[in-house]
């Protein structure tokens, strides 16, 4: 079972149509069957009638020869070799001479009596060869002739093979027409099962809109058996949306009061002045960065795998880099879009703040140079669609026994640039967030090469 298809679909298609050529495999035998035993009878009735009829027509004269002219009324008994024949000879002393068809040619032997033995009727019935191969089926009886005893052997002989050519020709018809028959009952069965199938996907067009975030809940009338699904699914995304939203609402309400402590111990600390107050302020303003990232990543783990956002990558990456080239007229930015157009399966605020991290270090450490590409990823079985976002610069890197001290947070490789060493952290922590992955590399243009990769949406 683990290799049988996981359609509905093909499962319900595959047992009808299994059902249906076992249906017509029995019809087929059953009427074949039939036709062959009414065929059998009637073809045992014509030569049963065909023999009384030539008992009928012969006698014997007074000489003790047989005479008679049978008239069997099928014209081939008069064609020579046709399978169809009869013959009347002597079974006792004082018969002379004998009579046979038109069409018996030639000798046709039949068994002793001891092989086929008359019954209490004094008739048998055999099978025997023909003149020209066929198979002949032979009715026998002994018939006296007057009241002297006198007795002569009847022998009506009918061609099997023909019934046999007939039976074969009806089966052949009988099979084209089961043929065409089921396969239509399998194209309407195919149809019908496809059409009674369609409300699940509308259901499923439905939830895929929900999960791209085209759609609050599934709309549409269903039928009686899916209904309650889809209010179950309706009622399953309309509780998803109010714990996201009391998350927000306990995230907002946090920071809304931590806000304010924190702005006065600011202000105190430069009140202060001096080391001590520098130090107070950079431990508030360090609390501060600390409460708003944990809060950022509070935010966005309530949302995780709830409805699903979209945000287009290619107009955020340009105006980050419009607004970066502005702020850094002196350095390169260039940028490499695909055609396509990519959606990043996340909230806009976030994608914003991976990438304006990234482009805000890079820039910071480039000589000139910085780079920024974006392209799809190959599809991978089992494992979400991905994009990838590349950001370069040609500034000194990061060497790589280094890397993993740089995603560290607060952690700053060179203090003579200015920071708070919480940018690849605060990214690292949101590729995660959004199960992505972040990668530290040499890049071509000699300094770091920073590649993230993102759930996409179509």
Same mark, same amino acid.
């Given at each position: 079972?683990?290799?049988?298809?996981?359609?509905?679909?093909?499962?319900?298609?595959?047992?009808?149509?299994?059902?249906?050529?076992? %249906?017509?495999?029995?019809?087929?035998?059953l009427?074949?069957?039939?036709?062959r035993? %009414?065929?059998?009878?009637?073809?045992?009735?014509?030569?049963?009638?065909?023999?009384?009829? =030539?008992?009928?027509?012969?006698?014997?004269?007074?000489?003790?020869?047989? #005479?008679?002219?049978?008239?069997?009324?099928?014209?081939?008994?008069?064609?020579?070799?046709?399978?169809?024949?009869?013959?009347?000879?002597?079974?006792?002393?004082?018969?002379?001479?004998?009579?046979?068809?038109?069409?018996? #040619?030639g000798?046709?032997?039949?068994?002793?009596?001891?092989?086929?033995?008359?019954?209490?009727?004094?008739?048998?019935?055999?099978?025997?060869?023909?003149l020209?191969g066929?198979? =002949?089926?032979?009715?026998?009886?002994?018939?006296?002739?007057? #009241?002297?005893?006198?007795?002569?052997?009847?022998?009506? @002989?009918?061609?099997?093979?023909?019934?046999?050519?007939?039976?074969? %020709?009806?089966?052949?018809?009988?099979?084209?027409?089961?043929?065409?028959?089921?396969?239509g009952?399998?194209?309407?069965?195919?149809?019908?099962?496809?059409?009674?199938?369609?409300?699940?996907?509308?259901?499923?067009?439905?939830?895929? @809109?929900?999960?791209?975030?085209?759609?609050?809940?599934?709309?549409?009338?269903?039928?009686?058996?899916?209904?309650?699904?889809?209010?179950?699914?309706?009622?399953?995304?309309?509780?998803?949306?109010?714990?996201?939203?009391r998350?927000?609402?306990?995230?907002?309400? =946090?920071?809304?009061?931590?806000?304010?402590? =924190?702005?006065?111990?600011?202000?105190?600390?430069?009140?202060?002045?001096?080391?001590?107050?520098?130090l107070?302020?950079?431990?508030?303003?360090?609390?501060q960065?600390?409460v708003?990232?944990?809060?950022?990543?509070?935010?966005? %783990?309530?949302?995780?795998?709830?409805?699903?956002?979209?945000?287009?990558?290619?107009?955020?990456i340009?105006?980050?880099?419009r607004?970066?080239?502005?702020?850094?007229?002196?350095?390169?930015?260039?940028?490499?879009?695909?055609?396509?157009e990519?959606?990043?399966?996340?909230?806009?605020?976030?994608?914003?703040?991976?990438?304006?991290?990234?482009?805000?270090?890079? @820039?910071?450490?480039?000589?000139?140079?910085?780079?920024?590409?974006?392209?799809?990823?190959?599809?991978?079985?089992?494992?979400?669609?991905?994009?990838?976002?590349?950001?370069?610069?040609?500034?000194?890197?990061?060497?790589?026994?280094?890397?993993?001290?740089?995603?560290?947070?607060?952690?700053?490789?060179?203090?003579?640039?200015?920071?708070?060493?919480?940018?690849?952290?605060?990214? #690292?922590?949101?590729?995660?967030?959004?199960?992505?992955?972040?990668?530290?590399?040499?890049?071509?243009?000699g300094?770091?090469?920073?590649?993230?990769q993102?759930?996409?949406?179509?």
């Open positions: 079972m683990r290799f049988w298809p996981r359609s509905l679909t093909f499962r319900v298609i595959a047992f009808s149509t299994i059902w249906a050529v076992l %249906a017509q495999i029995v019809v087929f035998t009427i074949t069957t039939l036709y035993q %009414a065929s059998e009878r009637g073809f045992d009735s014509l030569l049963s009638a065909h023999l009384f009829n =030539l008992i009928g027509s012969v006698g014997v004269s007074e000489s003790g020869a047989l #005479t008679g002219a049978p008239d069997l009324g099928d014209l081939r008994f008069s064609e020579p070799r046709s399978g169809w024949y009869w013959s009347v000879e002597p079974a006792s002393n004082g018969i002379t001479g004998g009579l046979r068809s038109s069409s018996m #040619t000798a046709i032997p039949s068994p002793s009596t001891s092989e086929v033995p008359f019954n209490v009727e004094f008739q048998r019935s055999y099978m025997a060869d023909g020209a066929e198979r =002949l089926a032979v009715f026998e009886s002994e018939f006296v002739l007057d #009241t002297g005893n006198q007795i002569a052997r009847f022998r009506v @002989m009918g061609n099997e093979s023909e019934l046999e050519q007939e039976i074969a %020709a009806f089966q052949r018809r009988l099979l084209v027409y089961l043929s065409i028959f089921g396969l009952m399998i194209a309407i069965n195919a149809i019908a099962i496809l059409y009674g199938l369609k409300p699940l996907r509308r259901v499923r067009d439905a939830l895929a @809109m929900v999960r791209e975030g085209t759609a609050q809940r599934l709309d549409g009338r269903f039928p009686a058996e899916i209904e309650p699904l889809a209010n179950e699914t309706n009622a399953l995304i309309e509780n998803n949306r109010r714990i996201v939203e998350s927000r609402t306990q995230v907002g309400n =946090l920071a809304h009061s931590l806000k304010t402590p =924190l702005a006065v111990m600011l202000n105190e600390g430069r009140a202060l002045g001096g080391e001590k107050g520098r107070f302020s950079e431990q508030a303003a360090s609390m960065q600390q708003e990232h944990y809060l950022q990543r509070a935010r966005v %783990a309530a949302q995780r795998d709830s409805v699903v956002y979209r945000t287009p990558v290619r107009p955020i340009e105006r980050l880099a607004v970066m080239g502005k702020l850094n007229p002196n350095m390169a930015i260039s940028v490499s879009l695909p055609d396509e990519l959606v990043f399966a996340g909230e806009r605020e976030d994608l914003e703040e991976m990438l304006g991290n990234l482009l805000e270090n890079a @820039m910071k450490w480039a000589r000139s140079k910085v780079s920024i590409s974006v392209k799809s990823l190959p599809e991978v079985e089992d494992q979400p669609d991905l994009l990838e976002i590349v950001i370069e610069d040609d500034g000194p890197g990061i060497p790589e026994d280094k890397a993993r001290e740089a995603l560290k947070r607060g952690r700053r490789l060179d203090e003579s640039k200015p920071g708070t060493g919480l940018g690849l952290s605060i990214v #690292t922590d949101l590729v995660n967030e959004y199960g992505g992955k972040l990668y530290l590399e040499r890049a071509d243009l300094g770091l090469k920073v590649a993230i993102l759930r996409k949406i179509e």
